[in-house]
């Protein structure tokens, strides 16, 4: 297997102010991180992949102006929501693919990060 | 359009009662199949990925399969300690971004 961090756990702030989350590949150089959002009862929707040294790629629907994506190095990659709004809200998780052999694809996400935005 | 379709939405077995959980996919080049545990409030479990049809892998009491349309995710003799939702997912680009289905939910009852 392999780790993946993000801080803060939880995270509650007030509307129009911005907040940063971190994501972390402990113990392995990632060549791609994902940003991921998931509400409650559904499923994660990728937000934007991230690749160290690269401006982001953000999918159809997600403001790249309101979330700012930052791959600084191979282990970290910050997500900062930008005049956070409720409805902003939600359950934010990181993924990293971890190089292995061949075609393998194995990525891993992080515990995730609850922002409350009031 | 690709399209990850998983069923059942939610499982409820009885501790020991075998079952499959089903990912079927429409996509355009398939590069991985993964499937993913997440318990609530926490980040998803990596279990497997799969390759190619006719692939298979085990871990304890999973076992996953995949053919040209589908994969499968078997539960054999479940403890409750195996309740959760189960995730599958696709990859068609180098990258490796996945695509998700909705999930099913597994309630093991003791």
């Known amino acids: 297997g392999a780790v993946v961090s993000q801080h803060p756990s939880w995270v509650i702030c007030k509307s129009g102010t911005s907040v940063k989350i971190e994501c972390r590949s402990l113990d392995f150089q990632a060549t791609t991180m994902f940003w991921y959002r998931q509400f409650p009862k559904q499923s994660l929707m990728l937000m934007a992949t991230s690749n160290e040294g690269s401006k982001a790629t953000y999918e159809q629907g997600v403001e790249k102006d309101k979330f700012l994506i930052n791959h600084a190095s191979l282990t970290l990659s910050t997500l900062t929501v930008t005049s956070a709004h409720p409805e902003d809200s939600s359950f934010y998780i990181c993924?990293?693919?971890?190089?292995?052999?061949?075609?393998?694809?194995?990525?891993?996400f992080g515990p995730g990060t609850r922002l409350t935005v009031t | 359009e690709d399209q990850v379709t998983q069923s059942p939405e939610a499982l409820r077995l009885q501790e020991g009662e075998s079952s499959s959980l089903n990912c079927s996919y429409t996509v355009s080049g398939l590069r991985g199949l993964f499937w993913y545990r997440q318990d609530p409030g926490k980040g998803p479990e990596f279990l497997f990925t799969l390759y190619s049809a006719g692939e298979e892998k085990e871990k304890e009491r999973l076992k996953a399969t995949l053919t040209k349309k589908e994969s499968f995710l078997h539960i054999t003799a479940p403890k409750p300690e195996d309740s959760a939702t189960y995730l599958c997912a696709v990859t068609t680009d180098s990258w490796g971004k996945l695509q998700f289905g909705a999930g099913t939910q597994v309630v093991v009852t003791p």
């Open positions: 993924s990293a693919t971890k190089p292995g052999q061949g075609r393998s694809y194995e990525q891993y």
